[in-house]
């Protein structure tokens, strides 16, 4: 039987949206007045999300445009940036050039983060980074997410903008983002609603089928191109998503998706303090300080 005392204080923690009382239309008109608020109450001049065609991306895409489209119809000046961040060719090109044409965004960029993902990873290896082949591309495809978020910071500073990142609640939950890469982000849009619920948004906003239905993936590892997410997981969004709104899930279920929660909990962490590590009063929550210590590179989403 699933530990639902666990289960509570895990929804709690990540803010999941009540199953019950979950609207699409709601929720998207809370998310786009969320954005649209912090503009005008920032001075900011906008948003920065890279779109890579998956429906996460999609969704937060649409909604930062129509916050940027609220703020201007206010009297205020706003625009959305998106930018596409190919990693020399895109598998699933098409997914992201549908994406974009759908999102309407004020503004498209592209940026190839070949050439400075290589040209680190080579000067790595010439420095003698170590480490062993079979885990080179692991490593490399988190290099990748990282390349990914310096570009967009740095659009964001040239312009005075925010980063919106992707999170949702399914990837809080198992950790799955590079920590410092798809994980930095100024704002998370999407936060605390499960995958399915992203997918629901979606599809009332009107994106393709296609576009809300496609089967995600990182396409991180380059040994292991358009890895589906649910692969490398070893669990399905399915079972996380019911999880994370309080239904039973298989014993099987449980430990794989509470196992993920526990390893990645640096992910969703403030950098480890002396205090916080060593468990004295005031410090940050220890239990989230030791798990780096334990699991130093937790393999399968990203370190």
Known sequence: MTDQQLQQEIRTALEVTDPESFDAAREAERRVDFLARYLQETGLRGYVLGISGGVDSTAAGRLAQLAVERVREAGGEARFVGIRLPYREQKDEADAKAAVEWIGADEILTVDIGPATDALWEELERAGIGGDQETAHYHRGNVKARERMVAQFAVAGVRGMAVLGTDQAAEAMVG????????????????????????????????????????????????????ADEEALGVTYAAIDDYLEGKEVSQEDEATIVGWYRRTAHKRALPITPDGFLGRSGGRDAMSQQVIKDEPEAQGPSA
């Open 176 to 227: 799955f983002y590079t920590k410092f890469g798809d994980g930095a982000a100024d704002l998370v849009p999407l936060f605390g609603l499960p995958k399915r619920r992203v997918r629901d948004i979606c599809r009332w906003l009107g994106a393709p089928d296609s576009l809300v239905n496609k089967v995600p993936t990182a396409d991180l590892e380059s040994d292991r191109p358009m890895l």
